[in-house]
């Protein structure tokens, strides 16, 4: 028999819980948790994504909030159990507010609430059309003049954008676009995607060709339709194009492809965007409520200037732009993460002679040992065999409060670099300059905080290590000549081919070259913790700057991220958009202040 | 705490069966079956599919099996209870043979086996690449000039069919080659499908512009990708064709759209097919092992010969050819099976004036009703919810032998007919000639038995019963004038379009059209059970004439049926073809004799 002591804590806690709040009795709710607490919140109580830490701030938000919000019947979720290690209760919780239904999680220690996680799943009277709900598809019974879905379907092709304006224009139409189209088309949202690539997929089909995502196939799945149990582990860029065409087509997404956004601005008065795109040749101008960019983190080529770059003679580009290995027999690419061992890797096999200019240190780790040691709890094969979901895993990740989850990314890390100790001894004395994060914390908080700085690796370390790759590390490029790159420590590498594997400009500058520097400097700076690491400056922020939440810009969000935070996030920001289009009231609580610009 | 008596007592049975089968003991194994008993192999002893029934074939079946077979490892399928109902013991089994891992369906009663479903899951060592096993996508590490995936792709594309054979070839690109080839690529049997649409879903998209499926979403799941939650219940005709479409294209099918197959043959001595199809205006011969065709029971339009149709002066066309309501004035629909019914309600809704003429009685029923009525149990949203997938759903319609089948379909019928009364009336009143099959056991059997002779409805009765819908019944066509038809009662219908929704023919006429007359007439009538009803003419076959199994022609295979039998049957199917390609022995135990050419 399971044992059901740990259900009957959790009960009296949430019973407890339950009756403060419901009584609007904040001190005695307050009284519910521990000192050192965590309540993150996505879009229930505050209408925001928001960590509150400790006490003080879960008071100062229920004062704000909880009359409004009207809470009740908190409960261990339904055909769930809570369950007890090492002195920690956990458990599934589900709980209504006035305007929607919440799911959540919470971990007891000692009796008292240590972390919380409260996320919308539904608005009330605004459910997806699922399961029981789903459409019929064909209508029984029969009327005059009826229009079939096809012709429905080209009904609103026609008209949307031109006779009728969309509620929401999401610019950029990747995965991250993708998803929450998906989303907002289930809420009735009308909404465009405007693409600046002819068809869906295309970001991945155009980038260098040996491309296969470094995230694996359990952490990537989109919205609705996960992949199929015969998809890759880590799927070829060709191939999760060619998905993400067909998800866009039979989730029936308005997706304007080979579509520019030329200009956007906002009208305070009206409260209404101006979006100028570029479509078929003419401009078509949208005015919709709600602006996203979700261009990613990959919009804007980061390139730097190097003297001489105008008199080289070879090809350069950015690793954006690398077309592929062919044709090249001398190479030199800058840079040392991700993309610039791809494609030192593919310039190699193509039998190019290839040079990795590393100009600070860098964090790899093997992918597999990434996947054992980090992911495979949640994301594996492993997982789905006993019983973890998708969106079981996605929220279990989410109730780790940003403020402590280095403190369980760390020993992680620190397993890795024991089990391969050897693997790491051999990249130093080739002359790799490794990190592991300022802190030692790893991969995935590097990506939480500056999104860069890495490199998972799926092969190309080895030839870096045995020498078939180049490397010239702690030095930088001093200026190109016609046939050459000059580093500063007076190295001349003739070369055929310069990659910048140089990175991405932040999104804020996104928003600068499409609406205005000065908007983009009230909404200041996108991404990353305030972790006051490197390019992650502080104060402390407790939450990802900007993404998936209300900004310091009415009517204007960002979002993105890899497949899983499109799939996570984009169910937060599409019932936001969805609570404003219906004039529900969202009034939010705790809007992230502005500390730096870019 | 759960009864586990009928766990033990299927226990029991399942370990004297294993017993006096690894012991050889033929008898022994026949004395744990009841007198009336079924047994249902769906390839695993017999390398067919076969129901043997009564102990005499049993006998008769091991006898000839057994050894060759070396059945082993009998037991309660994992994860799985036996349960009691009505004195009836049933489970979830599984067992292995020499070759294979089989699964099935046992039915005890008074302690005897009643009905056994044996079927064949997997290949021992041609296991599909799926959830652990499944493909790796990036390859990591590195080698020279090593291909990428979309590099793999275009280089099969490019090969296959010209400069490498394909070990099969299916002719017919709908749902039914579709689910094959899924399956076939799984098993990395080299595979072309031949379509002579452009697109997958083409089949579907040309048909008259208010079609939807009849069956409901749960029923309709292709293989490894079922559909998304939010589907509808009622798929329309253009978003089933984008679902085939993308499902092709992410399953990687080597689909050969716009293609026509003109001759095949095939030569005894090689044992290898000669198919001349012609593709991008160019005939191109390939030389597969084998050949299925799966044009479906729509390939060949069945139109009647009237006196009159030469000099008619208005459009006259198959239903399969119909375009859509739009245009005409005054209809005359020639039948009163699902087309016609469809497309006089689509012609009266866009104001045409439109007559439907019934030759014979139609099985009609209420598709509410058939839903909640025929399919609730297996497939629908509360089976979903309580557990039901639809690969057991799937296996426990395949466990009720064919031969008694009827027995459980009366009573629905009848339960649905009292329900319906009124509704029956009313139809009757406006002249309606209705049947509920030879013995009143309805669509599901009509539909094994000739395929025909129902309307599943959706609303068009409605129309007929309140005479929105003219009908004229229990008439024929006597002729066509210039403007007119004239019924055999001498009416005079005026008409500026005729359309023939009158059936299509036989797929062994597909047979002898693409082979030859000799061996379509080697081969024989394709479908129904030779239940000695209208359009099934005795003897009794047990199965499916000539579907999904070997037929008298070597290498020659006939598939397809709606979304369920396609799903269902494509999977004994391509394990018989993965056998014949691997060299594993494939002995065929009854193969069907032929009683009847079409």
């Known amino acids: 028999m399971l044992d059901k002591a740990p259900d009957g804590k959790m009960s009296d806690l949430l019973n407890a819980l339950d009756k403060a709040l419901s009584g ?41 909030r909880l009359a409004d919000t009207k809470p009740s019947n908190w409960k261990i979720a339904e055909g769930e159990d809570a369950s007890e290690t090492d002195g920690i209760i956990e458990s599934w919780i589900q709980f209504e507010t006035e305007v929607a239904r919440g799911f959540g999680h919470m971990r007891l220690k000692d009796g008292r609430i240590w972390t919380l996680l409260t996320t919308m799943s539904e608005l009330k009277g605004h459910e997806e059309p699922l399961g029981f709900d789903r459409p019929m598809g064909a209508k029984h019974g029969a009327e005059r003049n009826r229009k079939t879905w096809k012709e429905e379907r080209e009904a609103e092709a026609a008209e949307l954008g031109y006779s009728r304006q969309p509620y929401c224009v999401i610019v950029g139409g990747g995965q991250g676009g993708i998803a929450l189209g998906a989303r907002l088309r289930q809420l009735n949202v009308p909404t465009i995607i405007v693409e600046k690539n002819e068809r869906p997929g295309d970001s991945w089909r155009k980038r260098y060709k ?53 200009k956007a601005s906002y009208d305070q008065k009206s409260r209404e965007w101006t979006v100028i795109v570029q479509r078929d040749g003419k401009d078509v101008v949208l005015k919709p409520k709600q602006l996203v960019l979700a261009t990613g983190m990959s919009a804007k080529p980061n390139i730097p200037k190097f003297e001489g770059m105008d008199i080289f003679k070879g090809d350069q580009h950015h690793s954006s732009q690398h077309p592929g290995p062919d044709k090249y027999k001398k190479a030199v690419v800058i840079g040392s993460n991700n993309s610039a061992h791809d494609i030192c890797a593919a310039l190699w096999e193509a039998g190019a002679d290839v040079t990795m200019v590393q100009r600070s240190t860098t964090h790899v780790v093997k992918s597999d040992s990434l996947m054992e040691l980090g992911l495979a709890s949640l994301y594996s094969e492993q997982a789905v065999q006993s019983g973890m979901t998708t969106a079981k895993a996605d929220l279990i990740f989410a109730s780790l409060p940003y403020k402590i989850l280095h403190e369980f990314q760390i020993p992680v890390y620190n397993a ?34 500056r ?61 600068a070259d499409l609406i205005s520097r000065e908007v983009a400097d009230k909404v200041g700076k996108v991404w990353g913790l305030g972790s006051n690491t490197i390019k992650d400056p502080g104060p402390w922020e407790g939450e990802q700057r900007n993404m998936w939440k209300p900004t310091q810009q009415e009517g204007l969000w960002f979002h993105g991220g890899n497949l899983h935070q499109s799939r996570h996030y984009s169910q937060f920001l599409s019932l936001q958009l969805k609570a404003r289009m219906e004039g529900i009231p969202t009034p939010v609580y705790g809007l992230q202040k502005v500390h730096h610009l870019s």
Chains 1, 2 share one sequence.
Request: hydrophobic content about 35%; proline content about 4%.
């Open 24 to 64: 609007g009795e904040v001190e005695r709710a307050v009284d519910l948790f521990q000192t050192d607490c965590y309540w993150r919140d996505l879009v229930t109580f505050t209408w925001n994504i928001k960590t509150m830490e400790g006490k003080e701030q879960v008071r100062d938000m229920l004062k704000a």
């Open 210 to 262: 040996s491309l296969c995502l470094h995230d694996p196939v359990w952490y990537d799945h989109l919205p609705y339709l996960p992949f199929p149990r015969n998809w890759p582990v880590f799927s070829p860029k060709d191939k999760i194009g060619d998905w993400l065409e067909m998800y866009a087509k039979v989730m029936e997404l308005n997706y304007w492809g080979a579509t520019e956004c030329k």
């Open 451 to 511: 999104g860069s700085g890495y490199y998972i690796d799926v092969g190309a370390s080895e030839l870096v290590a045995n020498g078939s790759i180049k490397l010239k590390s702690g030095v930088d490029v001093k200026k190109l000549t016609e046939h050459s790159v000059i580093l500063t420590d007076g190295t001349e590498l003739p070369a055929d081919l310069v990659v910048y594997a140089t990175g991405y400009g932040s999104m804020n500058g996104f928003a």
């Open 416 to 449: 890795i670099r024991e089990r391969d100790a050897d693997y790491y001894k051999r990249l130093e004395k080739a002359g790799f300059l490794l990190d592991y994060g300022d802190d030692d914390s790893g991969l995935f908080m590097k990506y939480l905080r």
